[in-house]
């Protein structure tokens, strides 16, 4: 399980992604609903979307009632696929640079403008141990919700490609 937070004390977003060996794994993202009742203080989560990733074919996002798949949402651009482009709620074009240890996002546009930027968590052994972390801009914060959804989507990307990287470079060193 994953948890976004403001605050290593308020979670925000929070995800699951329950383990299947052999066929289609869904990823479920909550969000935090606002809480009225001043006796019942844990906090309560609505389903905000859903990520079904497929090997074979096109993942596909379900949020708000509808679904789509990524190809169509946030296609590939670039030689290797590294960057992933799509349209905000703001109508505005944005990126995800997957880049080896970090996914970056900016306008898709000529001013290039970063909007987000994931950090790795730090064991503190050179400086001080950190959390991984996603740092977003508050000029996209009216689409958190877009950004967070594309940003697991894209970090699982990464991710998998690092292991792939890793797995090739032990194969090769055999």
């Known amino acids: ?29 909550w969000k935090i609903k606002p ?18 990733w497929h090997d074979f074919a096109s993942s596909k996002f379900r949020y708000g009632g509808t679904e789509v798949e990524t190809k169509k949402f946030i296609p590939k651009r670039g030689l290797l696929g590294q960057k992933r482009v799509f349209i905000g709620a703001d109508s505005r074009p944005y990126r995800w640079d997957l880049k080896s240890s970090v996914v970056v996002l900016s306008r898709d546009d000529a001013s290039r403008t970063e909007v987000a930027r994931s950090h790795r968590a730090t064991l503190g052994i050179i400086g001080r141990k950190r959390e ?16 967070i959804m594309t940003f697991i989507y894209v970090e699982k990307l990464r991710m998998d490609q690092e292991e792939a990287s890793a797995r090739a470079a032990a194969a090769a060193g055999s």
């Open 1 to 29: 399980m994953i948890f976004l937070t403001l605050s290593a004390e308020h979670v925000i977003y929070k995800t699951e992604t329950p383990f299947r060996l052999l066929g289609v794994r869904t990823t479920t993202i």
């Open 35 to 52: 809480n009225d009742d001043q006796h019942h203080m844990q906090d309560q989560f609505d389903v905000l979307g859903e990520i079904e």
């Open 132 to 147: 991984a972390m996603l740092e977003v801009s508050p000029e996209v914060a009216h689409m958190m919700d877009t950004i």
